[in-house]
């Protein structure tokens, strides 16, 4: 009986994974098509079940104003649960809120840390950013 329970619990959870997966790939879209009501609403609940792609995505929208909000609070609280998850664009981006003190307290040291981590995670931007830091 446990077996047949542990087999149902992970088909659900299997489906559950593809509709999350349809879902970002949906949210991605309508990204793309400049639909970012859509987007938006896509992004919401898989950013607060964990996504570090959607955070990724609701961090962008905010940052940029493409929902309406330009916040660079809320940017940031999305892209420090992204960079968390060692997702490396999002940890660069978390270095320029840093840098540029937008949505935080200006921290230089915070900003080479996050494009430190973000250039170990293997973003291009991350290893750019790092470098310009060094050479000013």
Not at 40 to 62: C, E, I, N, R, S
């Amino acid at each position: 009986m446990l077996r047949l329970q542990n087999y149902f619990l992970g088909c659900l959870l299997f489906l559950n994974s593809i509709s999350a997966s349809a879902n970002l790939t949906l949210a991605i879209e309508a990204y793309a098509a400049k639909d970012y009501k859509t987007a938006h609403k896509l992004f919401l609940p898989l950013a607060q079940t964990g996504d570090p792609y959607a955070q990724y995505g609701l961090a962008k929208m905010y940052e940029q104003g493409e929902n309406g909000e330009l916040s660079y609070v809320k940017a940031y609280k999305w892209y420090q649960k992204a960079a968390k998850q060692d997702y490396g664009i999002a940890q660069n981006n978390l270095g320029l809120l840093y840098l540029n003190g937008q949505g935080v307290e200006e921290n230089y040291r915070l900003a080479k840390y996050w494009f430190t981590v973000a250039c170990e995670n293997r973003c291009s931007e991350g290893c750019k950013n790092l470098q310009l830091l060094q050479f000013e």
